[in-house]
């Protein structure tokens, strides 16, 4: 009799009951066919998740800057940038943003396009005022084309306010995640003179945007008054080079009252470069430490360390 492989769960099963169970199978077709999708606040804002995170992004505005952002009539002080002014790092400035790095839709969709071992690369927080220029399309996979069409990364937007044409939403061209490019020249306007139709973001406060790193997408000028608030988290493979350093830089009381994936989610059971052999087992048996926790409370293999 022929032996057979050993049978490890990679959980492909557990990601699709986590999409089941979640009522996400719209939002994943909807992905799948344009390489962008909003999820409604019923299902990506548990326990007003959204508003607690638009409290602690003032508070950390206020913080840094000395001033309450004014969301109904300010204006934000990088002057009309269409990209808005971005507060980085914040994930450990209030316990709310470990909610959101652990709410089940984002998870869900996150694993559903980058594996189980895909990590945080980035999380922040965007305040965008009244402006007139629009930012151009590109996408978020930075490499030269071609791009894969399987995602290496996604990017994940918490409308803290409503999100549309009128409020300088993100805009997407829909089905470009499939081109495998990225827009060059006059395929990187938005509007008047483009080449191919981008379509705004339709999402009330509360939702959650999620994108294909290379689906091509940009965003309006808001031409509303008052400020649009948004945080925005990168999910990256674990192989691939992060933007913020989580490192060995999350406290171990964070570390404990979330569940093991945190860990993993926060880069603990990456291998960073190492200077030579002793080090590279330091790291490997640092990294193992974090991978074998989270298998042991999921279930669920993660790829072999080396
Ligand atoms: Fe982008």
């Keep these: 009799m022929a032996e057979t492989a050993a049978r490890t769960d990679v959980g492909l099963d557990h990601m699709w009951k986590d999409i089941i169970d979640l009522g996400l199978q719209p939002y994943i077709e909807h992905l799948d066919t ?36 004014d969301l109904m009539h300010g204006k934000i002080r990088s002057g009309g940038s269409p990209i808005g002014d971005a507060m980085k790092a914040i994930l450990l400035e209030d316990s709310v943003f470990e909610e959101a790095l652990m709410n089940p839709a984002l998870l869900a969709v996150s694993t559903y396009l980058c594996g189980y071992d895909v990590v945080l690369s980035s999380l922040s927080s965007t305040m965008k005022g009244p402006g007139e220029t629009l930012f151009r399309l590109h996408t978020d996979t930075r490499l030269p084309s071609p791009l894969p069409t399987q995602a290496l990364l996604c990017k994940c937007i918490y409308a803290l306010t409503d999100f549309d044409r009128e409020n300088g939403s993100t805009a997407f061209v829909p089905g470009s995640h499939k081109w495998g490019r990225n827009p060059v020249d006059n395929e990187t306007v938005i509007g008047e003179g483009a080449s191919y139709k981008a379509v705004p973001a339709e999402a009330p406060a509360g939702s959650l945007i999620i994108f294909h790193g290379s689906t091509w997408h940009g965003a309006y000028n808001r031409a509303a008054p008052g400020l649009r608030a948004s945080v925005h988290l990168l999910m990256v493979r674990s192989i691939l080079r992060v933007t913020e350093d989580f490192y060995k830089r999350i406290p ?33 048996m640092s990294a193992m430490k974090y991978t074998s926790a989270f298998e042991r409370e999921s279930g669920i293999a993660l790829p072999v360390i080396r």
């Design 252 to 284: 171990e009381e964070v570390l404990a009252r979330n569940p093991a994936r945190f860990a993993i989610l926060t880069q603990q059971g990456v291998v960073p470069a190492y200077l030579d052999k002793e080090d590279e087992r330091a790291k490997v």
């Design 34 to 69: 344009n390489g962008y999708t909003v999820i409604p606040p019923e299902i990506a804002n548990p326990n007003g998740l959204t508003e607690r995170m638009l409290e602690a992004c003032l508070d950390i505005s206020e913080r840094r800057n000395g001033e309450r952002p």
